[in-house]
């Protein structure tokens, strides 16, 4: 039986799950694993389990300095001192097992320095999907695939609130403060709502399957909180189901197009099942093709769950891991699709008089944009009716380039709603 | 960069995706994990792509007996040579990667005892799930997890077949003869279409799962063969699609309860969506609560990818891994429980006349069976009307007593059909 020492950063929701699911299933480790995991010291402001006084560090210090710690989990959260106190770790010779995605994301290289400095590994499987062991899969399942799509519902907050709009029928307002009632989402929502946390997960996610750095900001994004009730219901007429989705691609030429944003996909896609928290992602690889992985996405046993794996998975492991994609990636330069293919829908009010259809239709076709179909809906009261275009396959630019000459169409009133399409 | 021999038996569809897929993905191999795979030698008497003649060992001892080939991958199938191939190998010091569901869940303590005595790994990822990272997500990202529940579709086969039966209303001769043609399914398909290709991957799953031995015959098996397109129609009516699926249980107590039968589920369940040729799992662990992977469960890329991997994660792993569940369970003695609780739907055929369903509830009544749902058919020529009942749940041993006393009531006639129903 091999014993090893743990102290956990941050006692909320995560840091209270490690706890208790240490406890809860220490004993079936010990018989399966032939490890015993033991939380020697927890460092936080609040609690959410009792733990011993004498297991409460009064600073950071005592933990990087005791030698019987072997590993550090980090669930504290942010950016300070979250980072400096997985840096300390690491170089003081510490695995350090982490579900910071904001931090990580955004200082990969850093903290690969410090685990090689320590000669430990760094480890961060709870940072994306929750319980989903998806960067597992990835590295340690794929290694014999070119990866060219990585998509999914990575951010149970955002889908849970999109699918009480769909199913209920509800504003976005009006769903955002039901999750948040529900304590689905936080009481400062932004990080979930306007897409970030979805962008730091596909940037981890991203630069694992294609092997290459896909920093933050080369990820477009866009939250939902813009969303009108009225595109969803007229998404559900069309046939689509719209999701918060993130999407990595790499083309034959190794150019890679990330983004997050609200998508309408097909009612019949297995995402558009995907309700609530869950979380689910679809991989396409050279030589396994299509898979889908699917499971909670957030939660306190669930993330618990895969950073307790990666405590045990580090004590077995033959070498220490940071990070599979390989730094020459980032010295040659990574290119970056900005003007890649997608189908769009897009509504735009309109004065139901002779001639707008036309008129409008025109301005896509200069720039090349291709309509697919084409849906009035009556006019409102103020004589407004709602128009709706489903494109193509057209170019990023090309569109915007449309949108934004629509402007110029005397016919078209008030902002004009655009989302994209996935088939 | 390591550089790591490779013998492949067996150059069918399954060899040939190895050789190939590590010709076509041998660079990005060396790039992310810095592993030159080569294959030096392959044995086979019919082969599926072109290998150099020096490349084509003239029988197994050339293998064996070469100090330079580290790693062997045997994916003949069969018992014989097989077992005898593999078990040679893994006594002379050579990791063995295998698809062989048949031969690996039969032979498990003697395939584990020879890998010990070579001090050397023996992995079958490929054996369950075909690309599906299954086994490897049981093992290395679910330790902190008591798992309570597997099941799913693991066998493509039959899935093409009932998918074909479903969505255009084929009998089951008919779906199977179109299976062949298509290449599906084998001249000789008894393996699939009786349930034991699935019988063996669920043996070997739920061994991982359960961490207990959970043997070939203690799993019972029915097949597909007998399912009447009628039934299919009806369930369909009722909200159901019929599977054929694998599942596995364990009870509070420890009881393990596993069994491979054609069974309806709702028609909005996920797996109700898996087709053709994909497979499908379901886990419920302890921790994560419900997870489920999705993928390719056969052909010769996806399979090899899975034996591929197995061999880079050889090289990586800290110490040999054959199996993870313990043997203190065999020891002790698993229990199985052969009684559990399970919805049926039944149809018999009945003479329509007065006080007939009087009867047939009285019999089920009698039996502790209760029923959920009743639904009488028109009368087909002939006089007898197709009468359908749906049990709330129910002990399989208290089913079947009522099955059995239903051929004394007078006015049913012919065979009853049972299905289970898992909600």
Not at 319 to 347: C, H, K, M, W
Request: hydrophobic residues 40%.
């Amino acid at each position: 039986m091999k014993e090893v020492n743990v102290a956990i950063l941050g006692m909320g929701t995560v840091g209270g799950g490690i706890y208790q699911l240490i406890e809860q299933e220490g004993r079936n480790i010990e018989e399966k694993e032939g490890i015993r995991l033991k939380v020697k010291k927890t460092l936080a402001l609040d609690y959410s389990v009792d733990v011993p006084e004498e297991k409460k560090a009064r600073d950071i210090s005592e933990i990087i300095e005791d030698p019987e710690i072997q590993i550090v989990a980090e669930v504290m959260g942010g950016i300070k001192p979250a980072k400096d106190f997985e840096m300390m770790a690491l170089r003081a010779g510490k695995t350090v097992v982490s579900a910071n995605k904001d931090m990580i994301s955004q200082n990969w290289p850093d903290l690969e320095a410090a685990a090689k400095e320590g000669g430990v590994g760094h480890y961060f499987e709870a940072a994306v999907g929750g319980a989903i062991p998806i960067l597992r899969a990835v590295q340690d399942s794929m290694q014999a695939n070119t990866i060219t799509e990585v998509y999914g519902i990575v951010n149970g907050t955002t889908n849970y609130i999109l699918t009480m709009m769909d199913e209920r029928g509800l504003d976005f307002d009006e769903a955002l403060r039901e999750a948040q009632e529900l304590g689905y989402a936080e009481a400062n929502p932004t990080s979930d709502i306007d897409g970030l946390d979805a962008r730091y997960k596909l940037s981890i996610l991203a630069s694992l399957c294609f092997n290459a750095r896909v920093p933050v900001d080369k990820i477009p994004c866009e939250g939902i909180s813009k969303l009108a009730r009225m595109d969803i219901e007229i998404g559900k007429e069309l046939g689509y189901v719209v999701k918060l989705l993130a999407i990595g691609k790499r083309d034959e030429d190794g150019a890679i197009e990330a983004r997050v944003a609200p998508t309408m996909i097909p009612k019949d896609h297995a995402l558009a099942n995907i309700k609530g928290s869950f979380n689910a992602v679809f991989i396409e690889g050279s030589a396994v093709g299509e898979m889908m992985w699917y499971g909670k996405g957030a939660g306190d046993l669930p993330t618990a769950s895969a950073l307790v794996s990666d405590m045990i998975y580090s004590v077995k492991a033959g070498e220490p891991r940071y990070a599979s994609f390989d730094n020459r990636y980032d010295a040659q330069g990574v290119r970056f699709n900005d003007n890649g293919l997608t189908e769009y829908y897009i509504r735009l009010m309109v004065k139901d008089e002779p001639g707008v259809l036309s008129q409008i239709a025109g301005v896509f076709g200069d720039n090349h944009v291709s309509i697919r179909s084409v849906l009035q809906k009556p006019a409102e009261k103020g004589g407004l009716a709602p128009l709706i275009i489903v494109t193509h396959e057209a170019h990023e630019k090309d569109l915007q380039k449309a949108v934004a000459e629509m402007s110029s169409v005397e016919a078209v009133h008030g902002e004009l709603h655009c989302i994209r399409v996935e088939q």
